[in-house]
């Protein structure tokens, strides 16, 4: 009775948090082809009593990612400038990506440090409608890529372009942050911004001055560092200020060529003017050029080196040229050095020789008495080097 007491609460808890994660679950339709911009806002993710108004001060963060993926699609990305500020998803589906997917959502509250869970099914399909073959990409210098993603600014950015476009209606293709594109985090310093690249599509066909300004003269003023040339007034100054530079223009109204598709041959070349290989190789004896390969090589070694032995053995003097080209007076006086050299190597090697008279101790006549040398000169070598 105990054991049920205590399962009865888990399972009343578990049934309440499914209940809860269905109630946490959003529909929502892309379109393939058309900018999709949902926010996330503090107040769809916090739990608070009703008819209490979310404090702006509660910092939020979010972490999204496909279910069963821990990353976002390729065509979603996600955004938020501060944990204070909401965030947002953003991207342009592709035709390969039509069907269901479901991103998860997780918001954190880093002041009581709560989580709390939400799914979005995202239901894409086909835009209804005509086609939009005119597609216009603006780079947007002064703004970030949150501040367009609201549907306030970016009705105000097409409002704008019309002024500058034939009469049609316009619609959001896609919108990138330039620092995806390749773009420079600006200096700290107040009215930088990172800009934003702003794709716009229509069934109208683009104006005069769109076209003057996309072209090859504009792009050589624009390489000379001068303006490009815009011939009607700027509508979406002083709000949005645009990089005119860097404006690119796509017709897709002209359906492009479709390449031809190769066919696989038979491998063999047809019969060509310029180019007729040989049917048969003839045969070649490839022994003569191997043996002169090898034995020429070879013999130049062998006659180098006989030459060498004849200079090296040869051609050496001796030693009775040499003694008939010497004086006799410069071989007696070398003899004789080295005669007296080897005399005294043979008296520094042997002490048995008697000993000189200018060794012998002192001797005084008249008393007969001998004295000691200072220093007994007998003891030292002839030869210091020999010692």
């Given at each position: 009775?105990?054991?049920?007491?205590?399962?009865?609460?888990?399972?009343?808890?578990?049934?309440?948090?499914?209940?809860?994660?269905?109630?946490?679950?959003?529909?929502?339709?892309?379109?393939?082809?058309?900018?999709?911009?949902h926010?996330?806002?503090?107040?769809?993710?916090l739990?608070?009593?009703?008819h209490?108004?979310?404090?702006?001060?509660?910092?939020?963060?979010?972490?999204?990612?496909?279910?069963?993926?821990?990353?976002?699609?390729?065509?979603?990305?996600?955004?938020?400038?501060?944990?204070?500020?909401?965030?947002?998803?953003?991207?342009?589906?592709?035709?390969?990506?039509?069907?269901?997917?479901?991103?998860?959502?997780t918001?954190?509250?880093?002041?009581?440090?709560?989580?709390?869970?939400?799914?979005?099914v995202?239901?894409?399909?086909?835009?209804?409608?005509?086609?939009?073959?005119?597609?216009?990409?603006?780079l947007?210098?002064?703004?970030?890529?949150?501040?367009?993603?609201?549907?306030?600014?970016?009705?105000r950015?097409?409002t704008?372009?019309?002024g500058?476009?034939?009469p049609?209606?316009?619609?959001?293709?896609?919108?990138t942050?330039?620092?995806?594109?390749?773009?420079?985090?600006?200096?700290?310093?107040?009215?930088?911004?990172?800009?934003?690249?702003?794709?716009?599509?229509?069934?109208?066909?683009?104006?005069?001055?769109?076209?003057?300004?996309?072209?090859?003269?504009?792009?050589?003023?624009?390489?000379?560092?001068?303006?490009?040339?815009?011939s009607?007034?700027?509508?979406?100054?002083?709000?949005?200020?645009?990089?005119?530079?860097?404006?690119?223009?796509?017709?897709?109204?002209?359906?492009?060529?479709?390449?031809?598709?190769?066919?696989?041959?038979?491998?063999?070349?047809?019969?060509?003017?310029?180019?007729?290989?040989?049917?048969?190789?003839?045969?070649?004896?490839f022994?003569?050029?191997a043996?002169?390969?090898?034995?020429?090589?070879?013999?130049?070694?062998l006659?180098?080196?006989?030459?060498?032995?004849?200079?090296?053995?040869c051609?050496?003097?001796?030693?009775?040229?040499?003694?008939?080209?010497t004086?006799?007076?410069?071989?007696?006086?070398?003899?004789?050095?080295?005669?007296?050299?080897?005399?005294?190597?043979?008296?520094a090697?042997?002490?048995?020789?008697?000993?000189?008279?200018?060794?012998?101790?002192?001797?005084?006549?008249?008393t007969?008495?001998?004295?000691?040398?200072?220093?007994?000169?007998?003891?030292?070598?002839?030869?210091?080097?020999?010692?």
């Amino acid at each position: 009775m105990a054991a049920t007491l205590i399962w009865i609460p888990l399972l009343v808890g578990l049934l309440a948090g499914l209940v809860g994660t269905e109630a946490q679950e959003t529909t929502l339709h892309p379109l393939v082809g058309r900018v999709f911009v949902h926010t996330l806002d503090h107040e769809a993710f916090l739990r608070l009593a009703e008819h209490v108004a979310v404090p702006p001060s509660v910092p939020v963060t979010y972490h999204a990612h496909l279910q069963g993926h821990p990353d976002l699609p390729r065509w979603l990305r996600y955004t938020q400038r501060s944990p204070h500020h909401p965030g947002f998803l953003y991207g342009t589906a592709t035709p390969e990506d039509r069907g269901r997917q479901v991103i998860e959502v997780t918001a954190y509250n880093r002041d009581s440090f709560d989580t709390t869970q939400q799914s979005l099914v995202l239901l894409i399909g086909d835009p209804e409608g005509p086609l939009l073959p005119y597609q216009a990409e603006f780079l947007v210098r002064s703004h970030d890529v949150e501040e367009v993603l609201p549907s306030t600014p970016a009705s105000r950015f097409l409002t704008a372009l019309r002024g500058l476009w034939e009469p049609g209606e316009l619609q959001l293709l896609n919108i990138t942050s330039a620092l995806d594109r390749g773009g420079r985090v600006p200096l700290p310093i107040e009215g930088r911004k990172e800009g934003v690249y702003i794709k716009v599509g229509s069934a109208s066909p683009f104006s005069t001055c769109l076209k003057m300004v996309a072209s090859p003269d504009s792009h050589a003023r624009c390489a000379q560092s001068q303006p490009p040339l815009l011939s009607c007034y700027d509508t979406l100054a002083p709000h949005f200020r645009v990089d005119w530079c860097n404006v690119s223009l796509v017709d897709k109204s002209v359906p492009e060529p479709v390449d031809e598709v190769p066919t696989p041959g038979d491998g063999i070349l047809e019969h060509d003017l310029f180019f007729c290989p040989p049917t048969e190789a003839t045969a070649r004896d490839f022994l003569t050029d191997a043996l002169i390969t090898l034995l020429v090589p070879l013999l130049v070694a062998l006659l180098l080196t006989l030459l060498l032995a004849y200079v090296m053995c040869c051609r050496r003097e001796g030693r009775l040229k040499r003694d008939q080209a010497t004086s006799d007076i410069q071989m007696v006086h070398h003899c004789t050095i080295r005669g007296n050299t080897e005399e005294l190597r043979q008296m520094a090697a042997s002490r048995d020789v008697p000993r000189p008279l200018s060794t012998l101790p002192m001797f005084n006549v008249r008393t007969g008495e001998r004295l000691p040398p200072q220093v007994d000169s007998a003891q030292v070598p002839l030869i210091l080097d020999q010692h």
